[in-house]
């Protein structure tokens, strides 16, 4: 293994179902109650997998953080003791944080398999540092132009570039088709 931190002896991962908007808050009491009530042996990480979401509206581009799974917030924490047993001290704790529905898994939840948490953390990574634009498009497909040098024209998609957010589009500029490219939030969809 690499140079990882050293998972404490008895922690797992578990999810925690939380009243929807509530995800933030519930992340940020624990992270912050944990000390004072004296669980930092208990609970070491609380996960809240995001990405950042781009969309234009009126002309302005606006961003905002979508949660990648709404509703839940992941947890790192030593719930089980030796024998098997829930320790009540974490389990009250989490249980009555405002906000939080309960364990997935009700009274005796299960722990997330190691490989549930990487898919997480690969995709909270994937989502790092870019910009994932609201809408997905299709080769092909018409678009109207509504920011740059080319506004108000529409044309058509020719290429997809997700990883840099750009768009190859063909617009008909004195009746020839020219290539542009645009970013996501420069072009919206053609209404029907």
């Keep these: 293994m690499s ?13 925690l179902h939380t009243l929807s908007g509530q ?42 953080t979508r949660k990648l799974y709404p509703g839940y917030v992941f947890i790192h924490m030593k719930l089980y003791g030796e024998d098997g047993k829930v320790i009540n001290k974490p389990w009250y704790f989490v249980k009555e944080v405002a906000g939080v529905i309960g364990f997935v898994g009700g009274d005796s ?7 549930e948490i990487d898919e997480i953390r690969s995709r909270i990574e994937a989502a790092s540092g870019k910009e994932v634009p609201k809408v997905s498009y299709e080769v092909g497909e018409e678009v109207k132009i509504t920011d740059g040098a080319f506004a108000n ?15 190859k589009i063909s617009v008909s500029i004195f009746g020839r088709f020219t290539p542009v490219e645009l970013e996501y939030w420069q072009v919206q969809r053609l209404t029907d």
């Design 23 to 64: 995800e933030n808050k519930v992340k940020t009491y624990i992270e912050k109650f944990k000390k004072a009530e004296e669980l930092d042996d208990y609970i070491f990480e609380v996960l809240l997998p995001t990405e950042v979401v781009s969309e234009v509206k009126g002309g302005k581009k606006t961003t905002k």
């Design 3 to 15: 140079a990882q931190v050293s998972t404490p002896p008895g922690a797992q991962w578990f999810a």
């Design 153 to 167: 024209l529409t044309g058509r998609i020719d290429e997809i570039d997700p990883t840099r957010g750009k768009l």
């Design 109 to 115: 939840p299960a722990a997330l398999r190691q490989s």
